[in-house]
Nanobody, 127 residues
Framework: QVQLVESGGGLVQAGDSLRLSCVAS????????MAWFRQAPGKEREFVAA????????RYADSVRGRFTISRDIGKNTVSLQMNSLKPEDTAVYYC????????????????????WGRGTQVTVSS
C-alpha cells in the first residue's frame, strides 16, 4: 500500500501563508487522485482540495477557494497545498489522501473515496 507523509504544518498568525507537502512512497499512476482534508477538534473531517494526477484537474471547498492552491509534482511524487491569507478557522490537522482507481473526471470530495491516508500535520492560525 502507498504510504503518504505530510510536512509543512506549524503555528502562524492570521494573514500568513503556509505550504504543506505530501510525499507518496510509491510511484502514482494516471488513475490517481490526491486530496487534502482537515479536521478541527470536535468536528468531522472535511474536504479541502483535490487534484487528479494525469490532468491536474482541481476541486476546492468553498471555504478555501481563492486562498488555497493544490498542485502536484509527478517527478517527485508530491502533492502540495499552498495556503495563503490564513484564518483562525483554518486551524486543524491536515491530512493527505490518495485514491488510485479514478473512474470520474473530477476528483472525489468524499473521504470514503480515498484509500490511503497520511498521519496528518497540525496547522494552527492565531488571531
Amino acid at each position: 500500500q502507498v504510504q503518504l507523509v505530510e510536512s509543512g504544518g506549524g503555528l502562524v498568525q492570521a494573514g500568513d501563508s503556509l505550504r504543506l507537502s505530501c510525499v507518496a512512497s510509491a510511484r502514482t499512476f494516471s488513475r490517481t487522485a490526491m486530496a487534502w482534508f482537515r479536521q478541527a477538534p470536535g468536528k468531522e473531517r472535511e474536504f479541502v482540495a483535490a487534484i487528479t494526477w494525469s490532468t491536474s484537474t482541481t476541486r476546492y471547498a468553498d471555504s478555501v477557494r481563492g486562498r488555497f492552491t493544490i498542485s502536484r509534482d509527478i517527478g517527485k511524487n508530491t502533492v502540495s497545498l499552498q495556503m495563503n491569507s490564513l484564518k483562525p478557522e483554518d486551524t486543524a490537522v491536515y491530512y493527505c489522501a490518495g485514491r488510485y482507481t479514478m473512474t470520474t473526471v473530477l476528483p472525489p470530495t468524499d473521504p470514503t473515496s480515498y484509500t490511503s491516508w497520511g498521519r496528518g500535520t497540525q496547522v494552527t492560525v492565531s488571531s
